[in-house]
């Protein structure tokens, strides 16, 4: 039997988008998968990956004390720690750029340690990560978070064996609130309209606002500015639901309106079809719901995508489109001409790489450009022959460095000898 | 003295490569956190520029560019380790403008300069951009250095590593290969090449290189000239009866050049309880005692003392055990490293600076972990009241794969640089 160790030490939404890594090495024969997570995920990573053996650690900073802290780290941390080292792992893929998970790569002799490593000392950072920060500042044409966790593996599954396709499961319409970031959620009177004009036309007999106990006053600012049929048919669940809630709750929907959240891709994990609001810096061929069946509205103001990290000096001008009455219409009509300015609206679809979005109403002008920088990344991946465009030697400078050609350490993939 | 952070820069080659390790190693025995800079794992690299057959400028561009590199390299490696001092050998790859960017963000800097200033002139243009200039001569040495803007100069003669230079049993075999009457140890010198000559009716070796082209000792040369190590060179002088000691000089007119400062070899030969015959030198006086070495003045004298001295073993015997506590007592790198800490902390305003790293064992550790905790201070030979900052690096500075303690500790000061300082 194989060992193979996933270190996934980030959030909610990241935790459900190393799915397409796990379910690859699920398929292996004879191998016997195991998940690092935030001790805050695991009752979710159990619910998400019941095959997949899980080994919670404390990395997230949330609400402990110094003295907690170190007893977490040194007694709880360490046990788990001892409970890693005692397995022989085949390959261990570690996928964060942080400092923690530099540390817990200590644990393992870094040839065996793909991603994030430690030798010696010394942080290391394996080829494919390295090459996805370089073409983090090409974002309009980079690739989704699934693929390329899952581009770890070069015997990665086929992207439609990820996410079961998205259909309405009879339960009606989930909201959530708002996401991690303020500026990538829509304000309660926007969501409102929307939400209004949404469950109206689905006529919906039941109407769940989700999210943690910090959103609940949204919800109910959310709940007063709806119409009073509508008002009377929802709830907020805002703080209410624990993860097996939230997985029941998702999984018995006709559809989850959503800005880019954990949420949404636990939807996505359970096949409910997905109505994503993408702005600021929410990027949907990044993080967008991975599967068939799934719409995004996804702003394209020139600013965008933007850093979150970073003030908006434009006035969040993302805003607009959503706030513009022409697009409850086009969401009531469909009609590519109810399209407000500044937005396009995709449905998922697959190529040979992953996940990608057609749109179906604005004008995607970036399409060329991603599609052959999805081809020669493919390439890159698996060998496979897909010609090579005018493009390629521009993309093959800005994503390999000289040392990958001059002093890189042959790896068993391109191994001739 | 707190236990501080040293960074000590070895050079990429020469004899100042040995001292700098001596001089880390016994910062260590003080009790401080030591991390080298391993110089020498560049100098492949860098000789291999010479080889190209290009034109001189072109030679001169590369290699400007490679040494930029590894001056980036220190002070990455300062930026990482955080010390409280940057200990700098002779010779230390640290271009102006890294010495320039550490005393821009306040990194005090010491260089031991252990070369004889008038034939390493180098000093005049990087003696300035240190903090501390530590140096093997006094005057007018000093004086110059104070006039070039360099006012905190250290006189810091060489000394010996006491763990490392002592009298040791050597087998027969080693007795044999390592044994005879007379040896000298050392580089091939032209005022030594000249002396030696005289000595050729001797039981005499010569150990060392740059000794090639000379008919007279090359059947004296041992190991056909190859380096020998400082661990061969201590079996040396311990097999020796009367190990010779003439410093070096680049002219042969005079054999025995009265200079002044004191070459490595005379306190390790005294660390090692063997026997030397040592040129008198300016600075020796205050060094050794009457009773703790033999010297000589003169090439008759040397002469004289080896006919003398191979008849008085116990008299050998006695002065090198004179010259053994001396060094012990007064000439280790342990005391000259305490004495350079002391000096740059009575010259700089305000250093070591306090710091507040917490100790080990006053934070609130979980109780059952104690044991543990201070088994791994002894495997890592840290002290018990080591603060928590150092504890990670030297965790750090393991190689292989870590044990779930090593770890977690490791772990645990990430999320604080993560999330308890934050808040």
């Known amino acids: 039997m194989k060992h193979y160790l996933v270190i996934q030490l980030a959030r909610f939404g990241d935790l459900i988008q190393t799915k397409r890594l796990l379910a690859t090495l699920c398929a292996r024969a004879d191998a016997r998968v195991h998940l690092c997570v935030d001790r805050s995920l695991a009752p979710l990573a159990g619910l998400v990956y019941p095959d997949v053996t899980l080994h919670p650690v404390t990395a997230h900073g949330t609400g402990l004390s110094g003295l907690q802290a170190i007893r977490a780290m040194l007694v709880d941390n360490r046990e788990a720690f001892a409970r890693l080292r005692e397995i022989d792992f085949s390959r261990v893929y570690n996928l964060n750029y942080s400092g923690l998970n530099y540390r817990l790569a200590a644990l393992f002799d870094p040839e065996k340690v793909d991603g994030h490593a430690w030798n010696n000392g010394q942080e290391l950072i394996t080829q494919w990560p390295s090459m996805a920060m370089r073409w983090s500042d090409q974002r309009k044409i980079s690739i989704n978070l699934v693929d390329f966790w899952g581009g770890y593996c070069p015997d990665m599954i086929a992207p439609e064996a990820v996410n079961p396709p998205a259909e309405g499961k009879g339960g009606g319409i989930g909201v959530v609130l708002a996401g991690r970031e303020s500026r990538r959620s829509l304000p309660t009177d926007i969501l409102a309209r929307i939400m209004a004009a949404t469950a109206q036309k689905s006529r919906a007999e039941r109407v769940v606002l989700l999210g943690g106990a910090s959103e609940f006053a949204a919800g109910q600012s959310v709940l007063k500015l709806l119409p009073a049929g509508i008002q009377a048919r929802t709830r907020n669940l805002a703080g209410k639901t624990d993860w097996t809630d939230l997985v029941d709750t998702v999984g018995s929907l006709d559809m989850l309106l959503t800005p880019d959240t954990g949420t949404m891709h636990l939807a996505a994990h359970l096949g409910t079809p997905v109505h994503a609001f993408f702005l600021s810096s929410a990027w949907c061929f990044e993080t967008g719901p991975y599967g068939a069946g799934h719409t995004v509205y996804q702003a394209v103001t020139p600013c965008l995508p933007c850093l979150e990290t970073r003030p908006c000096d434009y006035g969040v001008t993302c805003l607009k489109a959503f706030a513009d009455p022409s697009f409850i219409r086009f969401m009531a009509t469909h009609k590519a001409e109810h399209m407000p300015e500044g937005m396009i609206a995709f449905e998922s679809r697959f190529d040979a790489l992953g996940q990608t979005y057609a749109p179906v109403a604005g004008t995607d002008p970036d399409a060329d450009q991603r599609a052959k920088f999805r081809r020669f990344v493919l390439s890159h991946l698996t060998g496979m022959e897909s010609g090579v465009s005018d493009l390629d030697t521009l993309f093959a400078q800005r994503i390999y460095r000289e040392r990958d050609w001059i002093a890189r350490t042959t790896s068993r993939r391109t191994a001739l000898f | ?423």
């Open chain 2, 1 to 423: 003295m707190k236990n501080l952070r040293i960074l000590v820069v070895l050079p990429l080659y020469g004899g100042s490569l040995p001292i700098g390790r001596y001089a880390a190693s016994a910062l260590k025995s003080l009790g401080h956190m030591v991390e080298v800079f391993e110089a020498p794992d560049f100098n492949g690299a860098y000789e291999s520029l010479k080889n190209l057959r290009v034109t001189g400028d072109r030679l001169d561009y590369l290699q400007n560019s490679f040494l930029n590199v590894v001056s980036q390299s220190v002070l990455a490696k300062v930026e990482t380790f955080e010390p409280d001092l940057v200990l700098a050998m002779a010779q230390a790859p640290l271009n102006h403008q890294a010495l320039k960017r550490l005393r821009r963000d306040g990194v005090t800097t010491a260089m031991w300069f252990v070369e004889d200033h008038r034939l390493f002139t180098y000093w005049k243009s990087f003696a300035p951009f240190y903090d501390i200039f530590a140096v093997i001569q006094k005057e007018p040495f000093i004086s110059e250095l104070g006039k070039i803007g360099q006012p905190n100069a250290l006189y810091l003669p060489l000394a010996a590593l006491p763990e490392f230079h002592r009298p040791m049993s050597l087998t027969p075999v080693e007795q044999r290969k390592f044994g005879s009457e007379v040896s000298f140890m050392g580089a091939g010198y032209p005022n030594r090449r000249a002396a030696f000559r005289e000595l050729v009716n001797h039981d005499f070796k010569l150990w060392g290189t740059e000794w090639e082209g000379d008919h007279v000792l090359e059947p004296l040369v041992q190991m056909r000239g190859a380096r020998v190590t400082p661990e061969e060179c201590v079996k040396i002088f311990n097999a020796t009866r009367i190990n010779l000691n003439l410093h070096s000089s680049v002219q042969a007119r005079e054999l025995v050049t009265h200079g002044d400062f004191v070459n490595p070899r005379t306190f390790e030969l005294a660390a090692c309880g063997a026997f030397q015959l040592v040129d008198r030198r300016t600075l020796l006086d205050e060094a050794f005692a009457d009773g703790e070495l033999a010297t000589f003045d003169s090439m008759e004298e040397l002469l004289e003392k080896i006919d003398y001295f191979l008849e008085k073993q116990e008299e050998c015997a006695e002065i090198a055990n004179k010259g053994r506590e001396r060094v012990l007592k007064d000439h280790t790198y342990q005391t000259r490293m305490a004495a350079l800490l002391d000096f740059t902390a009575e010259r700089i305003e305000g250093w070591p600076s306090q710091g507040n790293d917490e100790s080990l064992f006053g934070a609130d550790y979980p109780p059952e972990l104690e044991g543990e905790l201070r088994q791994l201070l002894g495997r890592l030979s840290l002290p018990e009241d080591v603060s928590f900052k150092d504890l990670v690096w030297s965790l750090r500075q393991q190689e292989g794969a870590l044990t779930d303690l090593d770890t977690a500790i490791l772990f645990l000061d990430e999320w604080q640089k993560l999330y308890a300082k934050r808040s």
